[in-house]
């Protein structure tokens, strides 16, 4: 699944877009995880797309009299085209623009992402105004863990994992984060020091904005708007490397299931 990082630089990719007005709208396929609204195309037809913005996992599309919110899910990819190019057999959904002869297509094998159109305040969204801060914000600092984690029994790694709490840190980057703050994934958290949660909150951002700059993980199918590959996947310390020697002390690292995900850590660098 597309975590943070890559939701980010999907949103970053598609600025090239911007101000450019809708000139049709093709959708083969209504049945994502909630059907898309079969009136889109004429909602849509002669908007201009005014600014992209990202919230957690979703991206936000605001357009002349509304936005649309759009989640990748499990395989979703949002790729700019031109009518030249191909189509898959899961591309669904066409924004063909006036413009530069540009397409914003929206492939999603599995069909468990989502695109929805509100007029509303977008941030007021009901799967949006309950979100946790953003990881990167200056709201999220040692004090706000603190506070958060001081009375929660939860493994610290499922702690930060809660969208409630803090979002976008996925398994990916919460196993790399835990890591680098030498923490064990399935530790309690309320019996993290706040010292510890100091360093916590400072691997949280840092990996997250390595990420970024990285391109993502690509991980299975994930790709930027270009079709091209992400490289952070190449800098992963723990994630999917089980039974590899950790970076820094050689010993094998180790996998273990937390809430029904792989996590990996090692046992001598994470106490």
Known sequence: MPELPEVEVTCLGLKP??????KQIVIRNYSLRWPINPKLPQILKKQTLLNLDRRGKYILAKFSDGTLIIHLGMSGRLCIVS??????KHDHVDIIFKEKNLILRYRDPRRFGSILWTEKDP????????????PLDD?????????????????I????????????????????????????????SKKITKKKLSILVKSIKDVIRNAIVRGGS???????????????????????????????CKFPINQLRLGQRSSFFCKKCQR
């Open 139 to 155: 709201k999220f600092n040692t004090e706000y863990l603190y506070q958060k984690l001081k009375n929660k029994n939860q493994c």
């Open 218 to 248: 690509t991980m299975n199918d994930f790709f930027d708007v270009n079709g091209e590959n992400g490289y952070f996947q190449n800098e992963h310390k723990v994630y999917g490397r089980e039974n590899q020697p950790c970076y820094q």
């Open 83 to 88: 009518d030249r190019d191909l189509l898959n």
């Open 123 to 134: 941030y007021s969204h009901k799967l949006i105004k309950n979100m946790g801060v953003e």
């Open 17 to 22: 877009l911007l101000s450019l007005s809708v």
């Open 157 to 188: 790694k499922n702690s930060i994992m809660d969208s409630h709490l803090v979002v976008g840190v996925g398994n990916i980057y919460a196993s790399e984060s835990l890591y680098y703050a030498g923490i064990r994934p399935y530790r309690v």
